[in-house]
């Protein structure tokens, strides 16, 4: 009998959690896939070693097989090789996570208007130990992905030791939030030596009113000149503009600019009313914000596409599937969302929160910190697996009226942050979402992308 061996491409591992006992991992990407016990079983078998010819695989095994190797899971062999041992399962004895956004530092260079950490994590900053006790309670959790955020993270000494740690370790660091000032050309020749790769998502908000916004008397010319080093670079940019009062002049010329410099993404949205935020009267209304989104979209649509466009918490470019999936959903027995369920945020202390949208908020004292009591125990514990596990139908009790709504199964009452935030009840509706799909913005901007 003919020998056919099989093994794992590098991008691929087995892993798993107590609620989702088999999956292959990319560590590239971050994709999971859910594997049943067939696939489960062809897939470990997928080690350099084990003969696909022997009797303990039948044809059924064999498609799955196939399948792998169409889908660029796994190769044929045709002699013994060995998976690496990063590829081999492990089952972590925790809920599934999958990535983490953290905020490594509150410290910050700027002291921005619209900032949602406001002063209260101003001089908070864990120290490297304390960052490298975090980093393996992380990899004993499955996590594959880390982005970073701040405060600042170029502001730490040891930033470049906190990345290095994070890649040898073979997490993904698919994002580095920061407001761009302090980027420098060592550190990006230094990403490159150590074959960093990933997105920049850079802080501006418009020409002739970012500083006004940074509270910064050289911010703007500055982080535009940074902005075109991290290009020269060529770093994938992302780009974050809170839409307020004071910038929705300059929305044509802010495009202009980004268009031509070549970012990956553009995203823009109202500030949420937390930290800094909450000392400001002057918001924009929602008819103000609807028509400025729209203005943007034509301009974009108007010139091919030039970006990826994520606009408030309605619109993103790329998630048009996602859309028709919601339309076609009919018992509402579906998670509200889930980013909540599988990228939680950490703030500069240690504390697990569900998502950003969370910090300073009234349910923030009742989150656990990873230092005090463990990632594995914040992450498990009764109230944050109430948020997370919130379903559509949840929503229903403290807004009856929803479920008759036409739009339900497109906004699914919107995000559980802003309800918190805008209007004080965590099962409450979203009203920037509400707003615009009751408006027909949302569906118009959808319908004409696709």
């Known amino acids: 009998m003919n020998t056919q061996k099989a093994i794992l491409k590098k991008n691929w591992t087995l892993r798993g959690w107590t609620d989702l006992p088999h999956a292959l991992v990319n560590i590239k990407d971050g994709m999971v896939l859910q594997l ?6 062809v897939a470990s078998a997928c080690n350099g070693k084990t003969n696909f010819n022997s009797f303990a695989f039948h044809g059924q095994h064999i498609s799955i097989l196939k399948q792998f190797i169409n889908n660029n899971i796994a190769r044929y062999c045709s002699s ?24 490594i530092t509150g410290r910050c260079n700027l002291n921005c208007k619209h900032c949602y950490l406001g002063h209260k994590f101003r001089k908070i900053e864990l120290n490297t130990k304390e960052i490298l006790n975090i980093i393996s309670q992380l990899k004993e959790s499955n996590i594959n992905s880390v982005s970073l955020t701040g405060g600042e993270p170029f502001l730490r ?14 997490f993904r660091i698919p994002l580095i939030m920061t407001n761009g000032l302090l980027v420098g050309e060592h550190d990006l020749h230094y990403f490159k030596e150590i074959n960093l790769n990933t997105d920049f998502q850079i802080s501006f908000d418009g020409f002739g009113f970012h500083n006004e916004m940074r509270r910064s008397l050289d911010a703007e010319d500055l982080v535009v000149e940074k902005i075109v080093l ?34 990956k993404t553009w995203r823009v949205s109202v500030p949420q009313n937390t930290g800094n935020w ?8 929602f008819k103000e914000a609807r028509d400025i989104y729209n203005y943007i979209f034509e301009l974009w649509l108007l010139d091919n596409k030039p970006f990826n466009l994520k606009l408030g918490p309605f619109f993103n ?16 027995d579906i998670y509200s969302c889930n980013a909540l369920r599988f990228t939680p945020y950490l703030l500069p202390d240690g504390t697990l929160l569900p998502c950003t949208g969370f910090t300073g908020s009234r349910l923030q004292g009742d989150m656990l910190n990873v230092l005090t009591d463990s990632f594995k125990y914040a992450w498990e514990h009764p109230f944050m697996r109430k948020i997370v596990s919130i379903k559509v139908k949840d929503l ?5 009226e929803c479920e008759k709504c036409a739009h339900l199964e497109k906004c699914s009452l919107g995000c559980r942050a802003n309800a918190l935030t805008e209007e004080g009840l965590l099962f409450g509706k979203d009203p920037i979402c509400c707003d615009a799909w009751k408006s027909g913005l949302a569906d118009s901007l959808y319908q004409q992308c696709t």
């Open 157 to 170: 000494k040891d930033l470049h030791k906190i990345i290095s740690f994070l890649l040898n370790a073979n």
């Open 396 to 400: 229903f009790i403290s807004n009856p």
């Open 317 to 332: 470019s790329e998630a048009s599937m996602r859309y028709k999936r919601n339309e076609l959903s009919t018992k509402y």
């Open 278 to 285: 909450l000392k400001y009267t002057n918001h924009i209304s």
């Open 36 to 41: 049943n016990p067939k696939e489960y079983h």
């Open 230 to 263: 991290l290009k020269r670079h060529e770093y994938s940019v992302i780009i974050s503009s809170c839409l307020t009062n004071f910038n929705k002049r300059s929305i044509e010329k802010t495009y202009s600019f980004l268009k031509n410099i070549g970012i």
């Open 80 to 103: 013994d090789a060995n998976i690496l041992d990063y590829q081999r399962y492990k089952i972590a004895s925790t809920f599934r996570v999958h990535g983490l956004l953290w905020s």
